[in-house]
């Protein structure tokens, strides 16, 4: 069975800092992805890597895949109090996610 | 352009009775999933379809059962329900093309077992 680890589980900072938020795992992935979902909403998805050692850049959130496709970082600059929410890393097929436990991340003004 | 559609939102239950929670979803993936939210435990997957006809298990399916009649519905049912399965439930679909795995989610369903 294929885990994936997030770390932080919670994460409360003010407005302005920069955070990082990880995804780890003893398995290979084909591709993993970045999901943040709202309170009362479902999961939408903020990114796919699927190449070792990708970084993509979406405005102030940077996200990386590992050159051994087992692990991926999620970095957020100047966070804001609309970055807040809760973060998911998910590895696998589109209708066979294994997800992360998630990072509930509060930025406060 | 709705999506994919649950409901309903929320619903409570008495312990050994029976519920179907619907799905649907009007972009016409061959992909569908339901997952259950727990605190601290991410999302985990129950059943999956990747096609009308064809199901399979995921890594929590006891005490449900799921059926794919047509590519937009996607039931789950409970059979009888009980207090573990109070949880948030989220039904999703997908794509796949060989780079793109992108899964859509419903709004999710908050099921309360007593």
């Known amino acids: 069975t294929q885990l994936l680890e997030q770390s932080p589980q919670f994460l409360s900072i003010q407005e302005g800092e920069n955070l990082t938020v990880y995804c780890n795992s003893s398995?290979?992935?084909?591709?993993l992805q970045w999901y943040r979902q709202e309170p009362g909403e479902g999961p939408v998805l903020l990114v796919t890597?699927?190449?070792?050692?990708e970084v993509k850049k979406l405005k102030r959130l940077t996200f990386q895949f590992g050159d051994a496709r087992k692990d991926s970082s999620l970095h957020i600059t100047a966070a804001q109090p609309g970055d807040t929410g809760l973060y998911l890393c998910?590895?696998?097929?589109?209708?066979?996610?294994?997800f992360g436990a998630g990072t509930i991340l509060r930025v406060k003004s | 352009n709705a999506g994919v559609t649950q409901t309903p939102k929320f619903q409570v239950l008495k312990t050994g009775q029976s519920m179907t929670l619907q799905c649907a979803q009007d972009?016409?993936?061959?992909?569908m999933s339901w997952y259950r939210q727990d605190p601290g435990m991410g999302l985990r997957l129950i059943h999956y379809?990747?096609?009308?006809?064809?199901?399979d298990q995921g890594e929590v399916p006891n005490g449900y059962n799921v059926s794919r009649s047509t590519t937009e519905d996607f039931p789950l049912r409970l059979l009888s329900a009980a207090p573990s399965q109070t949880s948030v439930y989220f039904c999703?679909?997908?794509?796949?093309?060989?780079?793109?795995?992108?899964?859509?989610f419903g709004q999710g369903t908050r099921l309360t077992v007593v």
């Open positions: 999703a679909s997908s794509y796949m093309t060989p780079k793109n795995t992108e899964a859509f």
């Open positions: 890597v699927v190449t070792g050692g």
């Open positions: 398995s290979v992935f084909s591709s």
């Open positions: 998910a590895g696998g097929g589109g209708n066979k996610l294994v």
């Open positions: 972009m016409n993936h061959e992909y």
């Open positions: 379809s990747v096609g009308a006809g064809i199901t």
